[in-house]
């Protein structure tokens, strides 16, 4: 059946499959809560097409990678390809529990998920159980976790999403990779338009929304010269610099939705994951990407507005 699985994976779109034996997690994971029985957890890794970070790189299209590179994917492509491997497995006559993340719900009563509509998402909302999936992919052997907290893959770097079915079927495990490719360079710290991310890597993800969703016009095609006139230190955030906490976040993003959002409450990510693009950057530099391309995918220095340009509130 193991055989079976990664062939229909890789006809549902899936580049990665790992498997990773229950005796993996601890036994308070949530995988036990979520399915007492379970003995393996399977991971399925998904590319994000390099092509549709192009756009933000070149400061010219911003609507693909939110619609192909996080809506498409989260919503038909993992889905789709979950149902039918999980078909698969009860059919063998074992039971299959697919996981996905669900964007809207958050067990913290401050959550924030930078991808979506701040006000859309439901917090609190304790009874909902997910696994950790960064833990779960590096689990099944899919890759190795980044300083900026992301899964790095050897064959598509950080450009990748993924999803998980819990089954009670005892599969032959995938080895947990060695981590390799992260070497703390800190390029992703340093390329975040909003500095969301400490020299730690760790991430202020109500301050990574702010700017995920364009909050620093040097790098923000579609903000107006007098935008979010009324703050005090709009300069500053226009900049990349004020202080932010929750509730100035929200009141900046209520000001900072200039562009159509995609369906799902998914907000056009106008940072176009800038944090996610320096590190693809760095591992193509160094060598360590197993997927090669004909040319690198960064030709130029990244292009930037001119603060200066911000000063009218006019
Ligand atoms: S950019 Fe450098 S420090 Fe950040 S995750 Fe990638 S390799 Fe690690
Ligand atoms: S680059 Fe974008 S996604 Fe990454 S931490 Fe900064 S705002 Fe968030």
């Avoid at 949530?30 to 003995?39: A, G, I, N």
């Avoid at 903000?223 to 009324?230: E, Q, V």
């Avoid at 009141?251 to 106008?270: D, G, K, T, V």
């Avoid at 320096?278 to 507005?305: D, I, M, N, S």
Wanted: overall charge negative; aromatic content about 10%.
């Amino acid at each position: 059946m193991r055989d079976k699985i990664i062939s229909l994976a890789k006809d549902c779109c899936a580049d990665l499959v790992g498997f990773a034996p229950a005796a993996r997690f601890d036994k308070n994971d949530p995988v036990f809560k979520l399915m007492p029985e379970v003995k393996t957890v399977i991971g399925l890794g998904f590319r994000v097409l390099r092509g549709v970070y192009r756009g933000v790189e070149e400061g010219s299209t911003y609507y693909q990678y939110t619609t192909m590179g996080v809506e498409n994917m989260e919503e038909t492509i993992l889905p789709m390809a979950l149902v039918r491997i999980s078909q698969l497995i009860e059919e063998e006559g074992f039971t299959a529990l697919p996981q996905r993340r669900h964007q809207q719900i958050m067990a913290e009563s401050d959550g924030m998920n930078p991808e979506v509509d701040f006000s859309r998402i439901w917090r609190g909302v304790k009874a909902e159980t997910q696994l950790n999936f960064e833990d779960a992919a590096v689990k099944c052997g899919l890759g190795e976790l980044g300083l900026h907290g992301g899964l790095l893959t050897d064959e598509f770097g950080p450009f990748v999403r993924y999803c998980f079915i819990l089954t009670d079927a005892e599969l032959e495990p995938t080895q947990i990779k060695a981590p390799h490719l992260c070497d703390r360079c800190g390029e992703c710290v340093r390329a975040c338009p909003g500095h969301a991310l400490d020299a730690d890597g760790k991430r202020d993800d109500w301050r990574c929304a702010v700017y995920y969703n364009g909050a620093n016009g040097t790098k923000n095609p579609f903000m107006p010269p007098n935008a979010l006139a009324d703050f005090d230190d709009r300069l500053d955030i226009i900049a990349g610099e004020a202080k932010i906490d929750r509730e100035k976040a929200k009141a900046i993003l209520r000001e900072l939705y200039f562009y159509p959002p995609a369906q799902h409450a998914y907000q056009c990510s106008i940072c176009g994951r800038a944090c996610d693009v320096a590190c693809y950057v760095h591992l193509e530099e160094k060598g360590l990407l197993t997927r090669g391309f004909k040319k690198k995918f960064r030709e130029r220095e990244p292009w930037q507005f001119n603060i200066e340009d911000f000063k009218t509130k006019e």
